[in-house]
């Protein structure tokens, strides 16, 4: 399957689950919304603005709203399989928006 991983550059679980997924036979790749060091052989490919930081924004939800048409280009150029969102209350929102039909996401309990 083909598996991306819509995250922020700040959270540091994008390498994890990129990892996890593929030590179980996937094809994964990082989404990030915002900048983001991959490790190496990490497929990345930045969607969302290289300056945006959520940790930095005030009001959060409008600024990750005017990505929801990069993440819709994204989503259909790469005719993914799944996409897996980190953090509902943002990545979470743009990939249930996206329109894909499988969506998994994290959330903390």
Same mark, same amino acid.
């Given at each position: 399957?083909?598996?991306?991983?819509?995250?922020?550059?700040?959270?540091?679980?994008?390498?994890?689950?990129?990892?996890?997924?593929?030590?179980?036979?996937?094809?994964?790749?990082?989404?990030?919304?915002?900048?983001?060091?991959?490790?190496?052989?990490?497929?990345?490919?930045?969607?969302?603005?290289?300056? !945006?930081?959520?940790?930095?924004?005030?009001?959060? &939800?409008?600024?990750? #709203?005017?990505?929801?048409? $990069? @993440?819709?280009?994204?989503?259909?150029?790469?005719?993914?399989?799944?996409? !897996?969102?980190?953090?509902?209350?943002?990545?979470? &929102?743009?990939?249930? #928006?996206?329109?894909?039909? $499988? @969506?998994?996401?994290?959330?903390?309990?």
């Amino acid at each position: 399957m083909y598996i991306a991983i819509l995250t922020h550059g700040v959270s540091p679980f994008g390498h994890v689950y990129a990892k996890a997924f593929e030590a179980h036979g996937h094809v994964a790749e990082v989404f990030p919304l915002s900048a983001y060091q991959p490790e190496e052989g990490e497929r990345v490919r930045v969607i969302g603005s290289p300056e !945006f930081n959520p940790l930095q924004t005030r009001v959060r &939800l409008v600024p990750h #709203l005017k990505m929801l048409g $990069r @993440v819709r280009r994204a989503i259909r150029e790469f005719q993914l399989d799944i996409v !897996f969102a980190i953090y509902l209350s943002s990545a979470g &929102l743009l990939a249930c #928006l996206s329109g894909h039909p $499988r @969506v998994g996401c994290y959330v903390w309990e």
